[in-house]
């Protein structure tokens, strides 16, 4: 059964910064490219990033180019999503996904909250 948690969201000040984790099971998790989304109030759910297998990034949003990074752990099952400099427009509920045959499989998210 696949199935992947994100954890780590909570109320930070902007200018601060948080990691995100996205703890995945149920696949070969060292084959697959992870995808992180987030989803503001109001708004639909936005494409933030993207990790290769590898760990290469091939893919930033523009708005969180040289505030965000991405990592991933292959031998723990875990992606990682690095936020530094947060700010206020970073708020909102965080996913990660996985595609396998076809199908998209999404943990359930956490929500980041960037105010003062």
């Known amino acids: 059964q696949v199935q992947l948690v994100e954890s780590g969201g909570g109320l930070v000040q902007p200018g601060g910064s948080l990691r995100l984790s996205c703890a995945a099971s149920g696949f070969t998790f060292s084959n697959y490219g992870i995808y992180w989304y987030r989803q503001a109030p109001g708004k639909e759910r936005e494409l933030v990033a993207r990790?290769?297998?590898?760990?290469?990034?091939?893919y930033l949003v523009n708005s969180v180019k040289g505030r965000f990074t991405l990592s991933r752990d292959n031998a723990k099952n875990m992606a990682y999503l690095q936020m530094n400099s947060v700010k206020p427009e970073d708020t909102a509920s965080y996913y990660c996904?996985?595609?396998?045959?076809?199908?998209?499989?999404w943990g359930p998210g956490t929500q980041v909250t960037v105010s003062s």
């Open positions: 990790v290769e297998p590898s760990g290469i990034v091939t």
């Open positions: 996904k996985v595609n396998l045959g076809g199908n998209a499989y």
